[in-house]
């Protein structure tokens, strides 16, 4: 008996299998790119990505065969992505005349773009036949299960990044849906996570190498997947996700007053454990350094032999002390707190002596400059910032995490398996399913630790300063970069 975990993020998908004991047995990756049909616009495509999450389940099914883990379903169009800007002016149209804080009170969220509904108000605004013509809008959890052979279901952490859910009544929000204009029936129902949402069709399992009758349960957002999977299920702590966004995720036993978290720019999203809550702290990440590889090794990845990665043939060429060079992390709009969508990227302090290395260093550490600021907000909320667990694709990196750590002050700990959006998932399957009988024994079996990065209190000092300069960077750039 295996536990498999899907996780289908914005650059690719992963599947992963894990044993009762916690032990990886098979894992897949599929990278997909985002397709920009017009500036400003952001999207997958939504047949690809489910193929994709297809042959990342087969291949993982292969590997563990003797441990065997629209009205007519067309899908009709790709995904927006949270990056994308359409929709935003809808959005305030929309919910003007409520105002922030009483939408908050039933939808803790941040009003942005970033979110679902303003997608919605501006796909029924810009193609109306297509949206008479969907049956359906899902998200990507409820997509997955769909594509499985089951009923949709979303979770209740991702139906509340649509902005049309209301988190105490843990359910779609009447008021909020009557005033979107839009008919309940096309989205799917809501429901924990960890509830089982039926079984793999029979047609599907036989296609994919899964026996049949494999039970699918409900998952989460990833940031909350992932959180389980680095071993959080009590209030007070946090993860940082380090992914093609970074995400400092802060974990509640209660909904946080308004009041503060407004004050803070924090949204609130059921966690993937019941009687939790979870906040974020995010921004682009991963993205950039792929966009740095894609824009500047390219040609060094084609050469690459067999089995080197070009990430760490890359970070070989970073040097060893802080760099002098600033990167404004603002080449897409901004995730929380500051929400900025109307910037770019800038790098500041190249000469013709800077190398490729050293650009590829400074934008690791002025990712994480963007967050010293906010986990002063964290602290203040009483969550522990002495030291995160790091998850995720971007946790891989020793050079990434010590500059971390260095420019942060704390320890981050990385534990064996940094794929916790899999492993989270795969955690809420044995408990969905009677496989595991509570978190406590799920993180006793699952989560370990590989390493431990201490900051030096040398480069630690740099760190300050450079942070204290990175702060001014948006307010001298802000005019010049507006409508970038």
Not at 195 to 221: F, I, K, S, Y
Not at 246 to 258: G, K, L, M, N, R
């Amino acid at each position: 008996m295996s536990l498999l975990g899907i996780d289908v993020g914005t650059a690719g998908c992963k599947a992963a299998a894990f044993s009762l004991d916690g032990t990886l047995l098979a894992d897949a990756y599929r990278e997909y790119p985002t397709l920009h049909p017009r500036e400003g616009w952001a999207e997958l495509d939504s047949r690809r990505v489910v193929d994709l999450v297809k042959e990342t389940i087969a291949q993982v099914a292969a590997a563990t065969r003797a441990d065997p883990v629209t009205a007519d379903g067309r899908i009709l169009a790709g995904c927006i992505l949270q990056v994308d800007v359409r929709g935003g002016d809808l959005l305030e149209a929309c919910l003007s005349d409520m105002g922030q804080e009483a939408f908050y009170r039933i939808n803790p969220n941040i009003l942005a773009p970033n979110y679902t509904l303003p997608k919605l108000l501006w796909l029924r605004a810009n193609d109306p036949a297509l949206w008479a013509a969907a049956d359906r809008f899902l998200l990507w959890g409820d997509l997955v299960g769909w594509a499985l052979g089951c009923e949709p279901v979303t979770s209740f952490s991702l139906a509340n990044r649509t902005l049309l859910f209301d988190i105490r009544r843990e359910d779609w929000s009447d008021l909020l849906l009557d005033r979107a204009g839009i008919d309940r029936a096309k989205l799917p129902r809501c429901a924990p996570s960890g509830t089982v949402a039926g079984t793999v069709a029979d047609g599907v399992a036989d296609d994919l190498g899964l026996p049949r009758g494999v039970a699918v349960v409900v998952g989460g957002h990833d940031q909350c997947c992932s959180s389980l999977g680095a071993g959080v299920a009590e209030a007070g702590k946090a993860v940082c996700g380090i992914g093609t966004v970074e995400c400092i995720t802060p974990t509640y036993d209660h909904i946080p007053d308004a009041g503060a978290m407004l004050a803070t720019g924090l949204s609130v999203e059921h966690h993937v454990l019941p009687g939790l809550y979870v906040s974020f702290v995010y921004n682009q990440a991963g993205s950039l350094v792929r966009w740095f590889r894609d824009t500047f090794a390219s040609a060094d990845r084609e050469r690459l032999p067999p089995g080197r990665d070009i990430y760490d043939a890359l970070a070989a060429e970073m040097p060893a002390e802080p760099t002098r060079l600033l990167v404004l992390p603002y080449f897409e709009p901004t995730g929380s707190p500051h929400y900025v969508r109307d910037a770019a990227g800038a790098v500041v302090g190249l000469k013709t002596t800077t190398t490729r290395g050293q650009i590829l260093k400074a934008i690791m550490e002025s990712v994480t400059f963007y967050f010293v600021e906010p986990l002063e907000g964290l602290r203040r909320l009483g969550i522990d910032t002495s030291q995160f667990v790091a998850t995720g694709g971007g946790a891989r990196s020793d050079a990434w995490l010590q500059i971390k750590a260095d420019v942060l002050g704390v320890p981050l700990v990385r534990p064996a398996i940094t794929e916790c959006g899999v492993l989270g998932a795969a955690m809420l399957a044995g408990l969905a399913t009677g496989r595991l009988a509570d978190p406590a024994e799920a993180i006793a079996r699952f989560v370990r630790r590989d390493r431990v990065f201490e900051p030096d209190p040398r480069r630690h000092a740099l760190y300050r300063d450079r942070a204290a300069a990175y702060r001014r960077l948006y307010p001298a750039l802000k005019d010049l970069l507006a409508g970038g």
